[in-house]
């Protein structure tokens, strides 16, 4: 990683792949610790983890986000495209790759992948969750990637800056008793809700 120019500030990251000794390796960043464990890209022994109980590999994070947001830049020197991935997991050492007998300590996941483009460009991805309980003691594993594909190419560059989580709070439906009233405040359906009215028959969905 390399400091650059940033989008709004002083400082944003920049991420690079390039060969050695003829093997591509990807631009990597994380909230969690790298492990190169092989020469070979595709190794499952090269991966990204979460070290519980070292907060220099380690991020504890107790929101519940509905989406993730930041800016970017991406030159591509073979790959179709950069990747961030936002992983919510209870404690553990959590990988990236992800590996199947994982499954369980996953709590939700958001991944956004980032094509070409030599203008600052904003991306969003929404977190899909596996739970509804959260764990008494959550983590984010975060990490961004110059390409998805371990050793997929060289001569990639990916510029980050700007990440946001994201809170919603509106609705994007709502009903009474079977009727579908209008959220976008365009029309007056709440004028026929009576003064009175039964919770049980009130139905929405949060945005």
């Not at 984010?140 to 990637?145: C, D, I, K, N």
């Amino acid at each position: 990683p390399e400091k650059v120019e940033g989008h709004t500030g002083t400082t944003a990251v920049r991420l690079f792949s390039k060969s050695i000794l003829g093997a591509n390796a990807n631009g990597n960043l994380t909230t969690g610790q790298i492990h190169m464990g092989s020469a070979t890209p595709t190794d499952p022994s090269n991966y990204n983890s979460t070290k519980v109980g070292d907060a220099a590999h380690s991020l504890v994070f107790a929101g519940t986000p509905d989406a993730v947001g930041f800016y970017a830049k991406f030159k591509s020197g073979g790959s179709e495209n950069g990747r961030g991935n936002f992983i919510l997991h209870d404690e553990c050492e959590y990988k990236d790759p992800e590996v199947a007998d994982q499954a369980a300590n996953r709590i939700g996941i958001a991944t956004a992948l980032i094509p070409a483009t030599e203008e600052w460009a904003y991306f969003e991805a929404p977190f899909v969750y596996d739970r509804t309980e959260k764990p008494a003691t959550q983590y984010l594993l975060a990490s961004f990637t110059t390409n998805p594909v371990p050793g997929g190419s060289a001569n990639d560059t990916l510029i980050i800056d700007d990440v946001y989580f994201i809170y919603y709070n509106t609705l994007s439906a709502l009903s009474y008793d079977g009727y579908a009233l209008d959220v976008t405040g365009e029309t007056k359906d709440f004028d026929l809700l009576p003064l009175a009215y039964d919770a049980e028959k009130l139905a929405y969905t949060a945005k």
